[in-house]
């Protein structure tokens, strides 16, 4: 009697989704429709979603067998205090030899984009983090960037430039070996965001590649993601316990890392704290020279509405109504 062997996984997607009815299936079809030379499988972790979500990966499981796995939860786990969810409930059944995130709210958009970063990390086995520029598409009123370009042409990234960046990557765009997630340190856990530490890691395990190609596209605005959830409630508040808990993983971060990222990590922790301060505008602090290196990475748009606000308050706050929800 012959058996037939199934080929090895190249790649796990890893999927996070909460109350993504109107997202879910581009992402899910911006997967499917990836050109490779190699198998994948498509791991989704839906957080107990009440708006037909869930349906909607069972009729994908039942459509693609042994491709689309989703993991569905009766109780939401980020209100038990789970931060990262990728690390508790994806990343340990994964069994590509590396891992791709969206979340699904979220989309690719070449059919390129998995071949194209798996190439590259499979030549330069050295490569622990492989990301792209992402397209930004807006959901309801606001003002924002066009796009995620954090840097001009291709290019390797140092591990002191994955730390200490002055512009954020797409979690659409990042791609990594599976390996550097296996044991995932306490700085991950502790961390309340889930893309920055898996960063951390591939930083203090190798070095980045950029691809200065929009491959994928972020959604910004969707109800009940972080960003927007984040934004309710006592905003400033908020503000100040994300940046104390990202205080503390930069240290336990600089800790691990043997003090070697030191100069770098004291430059992000400090960034960190600008951009809550930007964030709660407190003027006093955006501009303080002493944070002169981080204002000048605002994009000139941010910088031109902090100054409309510091100085016209009044104007600021009517175009704030007429143009933001």
């Given at each position: 009697?012959?058996?037939?062997?199934?080929?090895?996984?190249?790649?796990?997607v890893?999927?996070?989704?909460?109350?993504?009815?109107?997202?879910?299936?581009?992402?899910?079809?911006?997967f499917?429709?990836?050109?490779?030379n190699?198998?994948?499988?498509?791991?989704?972790?839906?957080?107990?979603?009440?708006d037909?979500?869930?349906?909607?990966?069972?009729?994908?499981?039942?459509r693609?067998?042994?491709?689309?796995?989703?993991?569905?939860?009766?109780?939401?786990q980020?209100?038990?205090?789970?931060?990262n969810?990728?690390?508790?409930?994806?990343?340990?059944?994964?069994?590509?030899?590396?891992?791709?995130?969206?979340?699904g709210?979220?989309?690719?958009?070449?059919?390129?984009?998995?071949?194209?970063?798996?190439?590259?990390?499979?030549?330069?086995?050295?490569c622990?983090?492989?990301?792209?520029s992402?397209?930004?598409e807006?959901?309801?009123?606001?003002?924002?960037?066009?796009?995620?370009?954090?840097?001009?042409g291709?290019?390797?990234?140092?591990?002191?430039?994955?730390?200490?960046?002055?512009?954020?990557?797409?979690?659409?765009?990042?791609?990594f070996?599976?390996r550097?997630v296996?044991?995932?340190?306490?700085?991950y856990?502790?961390c309340?965001v889930?893309?920055?530490?898996?960063q951390m890691?591939?930083?203090s395990?190798?070095?980045?590649y950029?691809?200065?190609?929009?491959m994928?596209?972020?959604?910004?605005g969707?109800a009940?993601?972080w960003t927007?959830?984040?934004?309710s409630?006592?905003?400033a508040?908020?503000?100040?316990?994300?940046?104390?808990?990202?205080e503390?993983?930069?240290?336990?971060?600089?800790r691990?890392?043997?003090?070697?990222?030191?100069?770098?990590?004291?430059?992000?922790?400090?960034?960190?704290?600008?951009?809550?301060?930007?964030?709660t505008?407190?003027?006093?602090?955006?501009?303080?020279?002493?944070?002169?290196?981080?204002?000048?990475?605002?994009?000139?748009?941010?910088?031109?509405?902090?100054?409309?606000?510091?100085?016209t308050?009044?104007?600021?706050?009517f175009?704030?109504?007429?143009?933001i929800?």
């Open positions: 009697m012959s058996s037939t062997k199934k080929p090895a996984i190249m790649v796990s890893n999927c996070v989704t909460f109350q993504h009815k109107q997202y879910i299936r581009q992402a899910l079809d911006s499917l429709m990836q050109k490779t190699f198998e994948f499988e498509i791991l989704v972790h839906d957080d107990a979603s009440t037909g979500t869930g349906d909607i990966l069972r009729e994908y499981e039942k693609y067998p042994g491709k689309v796995l989703p993991l569905i939860q009766t109780e939401n980020y209100s038990q205090g789970i931060d969810i990728s690390g508790a409930f994806n990343f340990p059944r994964a069994r590509g030899k590396y891992i791709f995130m969206c979340d709210d979220d989309y690719w958009t070449s059919p390129d984009k998995m071949q194209k970063q798996v190439d590259y990390m499979e030549a330069h086995p050295d622990t983090l492989c990301i792209h992402a397209r930004i807006l959901v309801g009123k606001a003002l924002t960037e066009g796009q995620m370009r954090p840097y001009c291709n290019r390797v990234l140092t591990p002191e430039e994955i730390v200490d960046k002055s512009s954020g990557y797409a979690m659409s765009s990042m791609a070996p599976s550097i296996k044991n995932l340190p306490d700085y856990v502790d309340p889930g893309d920055t530490p898996i890691i591939a930083a395990e190798g070095y980045g950029y691809f200065d190609q929009p994928s596209t972020y959604r910004v969707v009940g993601s927007v959830e984040g934004k409630g006592d905003y508040r908020k503000q100040q316990i994300y940046y104390e808990r990202m503390k993983v930069y240290d336990q971060y600089d691990a890392t043997g003090g070697r990222l030191k100069e770098a990590i004291e430059s992000a922790k400090k960034r960190t704290y600008y951009h809550t301060m930007v964030n505008r407190q003027f006093k602090e955006i501009l303080n020279p002493e944070y002169k290196k981080y204002y000048k990475e605002l994009t000139p748009r941010t910088r031109f509405f902090i100054k409309l606000e510091y100085c308050p009044s104007f600021y706050r175009l704030r109504k007429k143009f929800k």
